[in-house]
Nanobody, 122 residues
Framework: VQLQASGGGLVQAGGSLRLSCAAS????????MVWFRQAPGKEREFVVA????????YYADSVKGRFTISRDNAKNTVYLQMNSLKPDDTAVYYC????????????????WGQGTLVTVSS
């Protein structure tokens, strides 16, 4: 199983980025997909989750209204559209997968991607 995150980069505050996470080696439509992030010197934190069909989502309060998660099961890919970015959003962003919907904010996931760095300048 492989989760390949991409799309990170350097952006000014107020700007936008779109992250992608391409999955292989698993039946993608059977997995809950999430994004976590880890800022320098801080613990990894939950960002957002999306259920198997893409109908149900759950956002951390810190990104609600600014970030949007979506998925394309035909392409085995989950996306994270990030708008109105702030310097506090600077972090390495990780995608992860598990089969069950529950305990989303813990790190109890079956598979993790390698991370993609997002840097937001002020």
């Amino acid at each position: 199983v492989q989760l390949q995150a991409s799309g990170g980069g350097l952006v000014q505050a107020g700007g936008s980025l779109r992250l992608s996470c391409a999955a292989s080696g698993l039946t993608f439509s059977r997995y809950v997909m999430v994004w976590f992030r880890q800022a320098p010197g801080k613990e990894r934190e939950f960002v957002v989750a999306i259920n198997w069909s893409g109908v149900v989502t759950y956002y951390a309060d810190s990104v609600k209204g600014r970030f949007t998660i979506s998925r394309d099961n035909a392409k085995n890919t989950v996306y994270l559209q990030m708008n109105s970015l702030k310097p506090d959003d600077t972090a390495v962003y990780y995608c992860a997968a598990k089969e069950a919907w529950g305990r989303l904010e813990t790190s109890e996931y079956d598979y993790w991607g390698q991370g993609t760095l997002v840097t937001v300048s002020s």
